[in-house]
């Protein structure tokens, strides 16, 4: 059993691919395809296709969840946002496929670091953009210049919490799966499988929501100095 989809590679000639690179590629282009097919013919009556109803289901949770989470306009969010969450979704969903057939990335810390970095990075990007450069660095002074090296080291310990949070849940889900295989009948695996479904789905959205939590930590304070002068 292997404990990381990186440790399972193939070679092709020269070139050496593991599991998780394969599997990133495949869940992208899928994605990809999937979003042209379902965009390709919006409707704006009343008449709508199951996906294109699926579709704003979607996009209408996910900003009013942006903005009742950051209290701001989730309209710059939502892009980022977003495709974190439907990335890490339909990787852990489509972990229902046999394992000799599917290995979901998120079951590799390598995907789950690089999706917890783009994260890191959004941060003071979306700081500085609402904020600009020393309006954003100056929060790392507060409430007082002692803190700076305390809130740099904040920076950096969420975003290994991230990365670790998202893969432990992931490979440990598969693991039980797995050990339950070898020990009791075929039912019990299948009801831990629509379990780790229904975990997967939460994780997706505790990773998105977390996401969120740090943009608007780096947002919001103009705003409320704003306030606070008028």
Known sequence: MHISTDQITWQLGPVILN????????LMLLLVVGSWLITRNLSTGTSLSRWQNLLEVLVIGLRDQIRQTSGQNPDP????????????????????????????PTGSL??????????FFAVPFFGIRKQGLLGYLRQYLKPTPIMLPFNIIG???????????LFGNVMSGGLVVGILLGLVPLFIP??????????????????????VVYIASATQVQEKNIKGEQ
């Open 77 to 104: 969010y939502l892009p980022f946002i977003g495709t974190l969450f439907i990335f890490i979704a339909t990787s852990n969903l489509l972990s229902i496929i046999p394992t000799p057939l599917y290995y979901p």
């Open 155 to 165: 920076e950096f310990s969420r975003t290994i919490a991230l990365a670790v949070r």
């Open 190 to 211: 299948i009801l831990m499988q629509l379990l780790g479904l229904l975990t997967g789905c939460i994780q997706a959205y505790i990773f998105a929501i977390l996401a």
């Open 110 to 119: 390598s995907t789950t670091a690089a999706l917890a970095v783009c994260v």
């Open 19 to 26: 599991a998780t690179l394969i599997f990133t590629w495949v």
